[in-house]
């Protein structure tokens, strides 16, 4: 078996190698040699802890960890199930943890989980543990648009009625797959009040729903969080 130190300095390597491109061959073939498959779909669990306090959660020898700093530690995940285990271990010992998308970029999966990770700190919400609920605010953290311009055009959305009747379709937009003709049979609307509010949410976002928002995969856990925040504190990007 390879030595813990040798394993740790590969998988550095490949995080930085796997961020936007396929692993070479070589790659995959040196991955083989510390029992991971980069043929198949993984995910990575960032996790703010101590080594050894990770260590100890994370009991399952297939899963690998890394401690990417020495407070965030990342376990790169093949098994669902074992994927499913360690959260509920994790959520049981009140540890904070973002969990990637999977896929067969490492590297990728891992600036998911620690941007994740981040951002459930940042917002000192329990409830994001994946990226898939935030992946709409990384888009435009990275896109450098100017967030909090759109958070307080949304914010005085909630005041009014018919803010409300454009939150309202958004969401159903979003929870009936971005499909215009079932998110006016939801509301039992006709599919042009749809066009007619979604050209309106466009032109106050100036983002294209139909777009933008398929693109960022946007979803309806994202959009909870948003709208939860807004009535609540009002919601703010610091």
């Not at 998110?183 to 139909?210: G, S």
């Amino acid at each position: 078996r390879q030595s813990v130190q040798s394993q740790q300095r590969f998988l550095y390597n490949l995080i930085q190698a796997t961020q936007s491109q396929a692993p070479t061959s070589e790659l995959i073939a040196t991955a083989q040699q510390f029992g991971l498959d980069l043929t198949k779909a993984h995910t990575v669990i960032a996790i703010d802890g101590q080594p050894n306090e990770l260590a100890r959660l994370n009991n399952e020898p297939d899963n690998l960890m890394l401690m990417l700093t020495n407070e965030v530690g990342l376990v790169i995940i093949q098994d669902p199930l074992a994927c499913g285990r360690l959260q509920k271990r994790l959520t049981n010992a009140h540890r904070q943890f973002g969990v990637s998308e999977s896929g067969m970029l490492i590297g990728k999966a891992v600036t998911e989980a620690v941007t994740t990770l981040r951002l459930r700190k940042k917002l000192n919400d329990a409830t994001i543990t994946a990226y898939r609920q935030i992946s709409f605010y990384d888009l435009l953290l990275r896109a450098n648009l100017p967030v909090q311009g759109i958070v307080d055009r949304f914010n005085e959305l909630t005041t009014s009625n018919s803010g409300h009747e454009l939150i309202a379709t958004i969401w159903e937009f979003i929870q009936s797959g971005l499909n215009v003709s079932q998110t006016a049979k939801h509301l039992f609307v006709h599919r042009n009040t749809v066009n007619y509010r979604l050209d309106r949410i466009q032109k106050i976002f100036r983002l294209t729903p139909k777009t933008q928002l398929t693109c960022s995969n946007y979803s309806l856990d994202t959009f909870t969080l948003l709208t939860s925040r807004s009535n609540s504190n009002k919601w703010r990007w610091n």
